[in-house]
């Protein structure tokens, strides 16, 4: 073969080479694209409400950001503890066998199935003395303990209601738990709180009804920058845990 015949044959080559891609790719692409439009349909946000009582300010903040959620495309599932008592974490170890909570007479092993098909988590609480609602911290230092893996990487928010002050202490403490869990904490316009005394009186803060809208749509649109499939997620070190007392 001279050496304008290898030119004229390898010519040929690439432009094969180049058509059977220029055929191929949109076929990838849309079993991509629908793969991602499939992913992006199903995603869902578990709402937690801190409060026992149902219709209350809380249920108001969370209902608010519920419905832009649902707006943005995003299924929900509201979980309201209610008036029940719930197990403070006894450091039992069962869950570390099991995934589940070793005390199956409350919501904490409801909500860790929830969470298995959930992608992202909005809890809400109103201020007690300062702090939050204690069932809902039970709660959600059960669940972040017993099923870790369920919540790493997930986009998580807190809601602090309150009638005057101790919103952005309850608000610090909600969250903690999730930046233990590689979790990316979902923000607003504002911090997360909302403002109420009397039932129905939230509806009246309209910077804190806005706020919650703008929190459910930063949610969204995490959910569907992480969920597009062109974002990997983050490889992570082996832990390294260490106690200062030897």
Not at 55 to 68: D, F, I, S, Y
């Amino acid at each position: 073969m001279d050496r304008r015949d290898f030119i004229k044959k390898s010519a040929i080559a690439v432009a094969g080479v180049a058509a059977g891609a220029a055929i191929a790719s949109p076929i990838t692409s849309t079993i991509i694209d629908r793969n991602n439009e499939k992913r992006l349909k199903n995603m869902k946000v578990l709402l937690i409400n801190g409060s026992p009582r149902t219709k209350g300010n809380t249920h108001l903040a969370l209902t608010e950001a519920a419905k832009q959620l649902e707006k943005n495309g995003i299924a929900t599932e509201l979980v309201e503890i209610g008036a029940k008592p719930m197990h403070g974490c006894i450091a039992c170890n069962h869950c570390k066998e099991t995934g589940r909570c070793v005390f199956d007479d409350d919501l904490c092993n409801h909500v860790i199935d929830l969470m298995s098909g959930c992608d992202g988590i909005i809890v809400g609480s109103p201020v007690y003395y300062g702090q939050p609602n204690g069932t809902v911290l039970s709660l959600v230092q059960r669940l972040c303990y017993a099923a870790p893996h369920l919540m790493q990487n997930k986009p998580a928010a807190a809601v602090a209601v309150c009638r005057r002050g101790g919103a952005s202490a309850v608000y610090q403490t909600l969250l903690m738990p999730f930046q233990m869990l590689n979790m990316p904490v979902v923000t607003s316009q504002y911090w997360n709180i909302v403002y109420g005394r009397a039932e129905g009186e939230a509806a009246l803060d309209t910077e804190g009804m806005q706020t919650m809208r703008t929190m459910a749509d930063n949610m969204a649109w995490l959910l569907k920058k992480t969920h597009s499939g062109n974002a990997d997620l983050p490889e992570r070190e082996d832990w390294q845990g260490m106690n200062f007392i030897r």
